[in-house]
């Protein structure tokens, strides 16, 4: 049972734009959230194209649902960091690994409005190139800095979750 603070909400406008009805439609979201972002995409409205209205709440859906990967697969390389005697690079791959399966599948139902075979054929790759960026990022910052590894994989979250929607917008998820 959903939350009373959540609801099952969309947009009369996404409607007309992707022509999405049904269950597929709907997406269960808080009530401030959805009011928030009704009332910002409206005053838009007049002065956006169509298409860049879908890109914008796109955005912000894949901001909200990233926050909630970001979290998971951070929390899990903390974990692996600190309760095994594994280093940065196994306990990011492994971070990786876990993550990639929980973010695959609640960014393509509730971002991107798909998760079929070939789509996560298409997200193992990305999500191998978002690694080999995140290591690569993650081994400069620590060597330049030698900051605690948490701290430094902290500091390249929004970068890497620019990547990550890039990626998968263009290379995973294309419509």
Not at 46 to 68: S, T
Not at 158 to 164: D, E, F, Q, T
Request: hydrophobic residues 55%.
């Amino acid at each position: 049972m959903i939350p009373l603070a959540w609801e099952w909400r969309y947009a009369a406008f996404m409607s007309d734009i992707q022509g999405k009805t049904g269950a597929a439609a709907l997406r269960p979201v808080p009530r401030w959230f959805s009011r928030l972002a009704h009332l910002g995409l409206q005053l838009l409205r007049p002065f956006v194209p169509a298409l860049w209205l879908q890109r914008l709440e796109q955005a912000a859906w894949f901001i909200a649902v990233g926050a909630l990967n970001t979290v998971n697969s951070y929390l899990i390389f903390c974990v692996i960091l600190n309760v095994t005697s594994l280093g940065r690079v196994p306990s990011l791959l492994a971070a990786y690994f876990l993550g990639c399966l929980f973010s695959y599948q609640s960014f393509g139902r509730l971002v991107f409005y798909g998760s079929s075979r070939e789509a996560f054929l298409r997200s193992v790759p990305v999500y191998i190139l978002l690694y080999a960026c995140n290591q690569a990022l993650l081994e400069l910052l620590f060597r330049l800095t030698h900051w605690p590894e948490e701290l430094c994989q902290f500091l390249l979250l929004p970068v890497v979750a620019g990547l990550s929607f890039v990626f998968n917008r263009v290379l995973v998820f294309r419509s």
